[in-house]
Structure formats: C-alpha cells, structure tokens
C-alpha cells in the first residue's frame, strides 16, 4: 500500500521482530518521571506520566496488538518482553527498598495495570484520584513501609 516492495521492507528488516523492534524502540526511550526521594509523590508523577503518553499516543493499543502478536509468534517475546522491562524500570526502582520478590511483582502489576486496564477496557485512563489511591493502597500493604 505504501509502493514499497517487500524486498525493500526485508533489505532494511529482515525478520518481523526486527520491524517491531524499530517500531517499538520509542516506547523504550519513553518519558519517565524523575525521581525525586519522596515515594509516594514518585509513584503518582510516574504513573500520572504513562497516563499521559497513552492519551497523546494511544500506546495502549499498539502494546495490545503487541502483547497478541508475542503470544502467537514466540520470536516477538523479546521485543514484548524489552518494552516491558523499559516501562517498569522506574516503578521497580521506587518500590524495589520497600518489596521484593512476589510482593514486588504484584504491586507492579497492580499499578501498571490499573493504567492499562482503564485505558483498555474502559476506554480512558484512570483519574488523579484513582491513581493515588492505587499507590496508597500498594504502599499502605507494604510490609516495610
């Protein structure tokens, strides 16, 4: 549709993981709040921050159509899985001295997830109010809080 041929494609991305990969490269390099000492505060502004990137750039389909394609072609797993880690990498950071293990895992998921599952499947992302609340309700069950 574009008037590439698919040898052009395949000269500059040889496989389909590649493509995605280049495609996908900018959500790695995306905004991440700085972190400034005070946890709680860091936790909002970085979640207030994803917030903001999914309502300018609708990431949270193309991390759908992502997630899809990596269940069913095992060699985008790495591309998934290197998205994955680049947008985690600050809330791990802030809650890694409070929480490890399950613990740390679980409260990711929860707060990343109270993002993505707002966007997803409720069609807009979760006010400031729903977002503090799901920090305070990590950090109120962090065991060394």
Not at 79 to 102: S, Y
Request: hydrophobic share 45%; charged share 25%; with cysteine.
């Amino acid at each position: 549709m574009a008037g590439y041929s698919r040898v052009t494609l395949y000269k500059h991305w040889p496989t389909r993981a590649d493509i995605l990969r280049e495609a996908f490269g900018g959500l790695r390099e995306a905004h991440h709040h700085t972190p400034t000492g005070d946890v709680r505060t860091d936790l909002i502004e970085e979640l207030t921050t994803f917030r903001t990137v999914i309502e300018q750039r609708r990431i949270d389909r193309a991390l759908a159509a992502l997630a899809e394609l990596a269940a069913s072609h095992p060699e985008l797993a790495d591309v998934r899985e290197e998205v994955v880690t680049a947008g985690e990498r600050v809330l791990r950071e802030l809650l890694a001295p409070r929480l490890q293990g399950p613990e740390l895992e679980a409260a990711i998921l929860m707060l990343s997830g109270a993002i993505l599952n707002a966007a997803m499947m409720h069609g807009r992302p979760p006010a400031d109010d729903v977002i503090a609340a799901a920090v305070d309700i990590v950090l109120g069950c962090s065991t060394k809080a």
